[in-house]
DNA sequence: GGCGTCCATGCCTTGACAGTTATATACGTT
DNA sequence: AACGTATATAACTGTCAAGGCATGGACGCC
């Protein structure tokens, strides 16, 4: 998972994801996507293919890429903690809203 | 969301996040646990802050940080459209299983 | 077989960021 | 008031990665 959320920093290889998420694409559609050199596409799709998230099939020259999203499946149990605290915080928030009488709260910054 | 995929890109900004989703805690208490120097843990808070992933309590000369999910939604929202095809894949996989007589599959990477 | 297309890769430069050391700031204690 | 504690911040350095350019390699087509 280290891998996948450092992947997924880059701005890009997200938008990248949002592209094939649709449908299956070559790199020449990506790159017109996308608005970036050809080169830089196929750098990012090696990051990709590097963290499983995507994978390529070949056509004659063109090779097709497609979401691969099992990686992504760490990312959400990573998140399963803080889910538990969404529904906290919301109910913290409805507690407050129901006192909402004075300033008995702490300094939170 | 831009800011907060980068942010948790770094991994000591992660297991702060992590030691943090179970109690709230003083910076002494992360330098401990992370094993990073002072300061270098006080940058990721700041880090932490202004992506408004936690907060801090001011008690005495300590600061009490907790962490704040919110921003964490985004990114479980963006996740939806790949979850979807977790399921498909799974169809898929099932698929693969049932027929698994042939390589009447393409050449995926 | 030569040429154009499509993509990957190597090299280079530049910018951003993590970590350390040193210092500043705020607070409590004696 | 002096000192120790707890945290933030500044300055510096090393590292790493993104993006551009140039090149290489595979394939179809004429």
Redesign the pocket.
Known sequence: MVATF??L?????RRILDALVEEER????L?EILA????????????LRDAGLVE?R?D?????YRVRPDPLREIDEWLAPYRRRWAEHLNALERHLEIMDGNEEEAWT
């Open positions: 450092e992947v920093a880059e701005e890009s290889r070559g790199v020449g559609e790159v970036l050199s050809q080169p830089s596409i196929s750098k990012h799709l090696k990051v390529a070949i004659a020259q063109r090779r097709i």
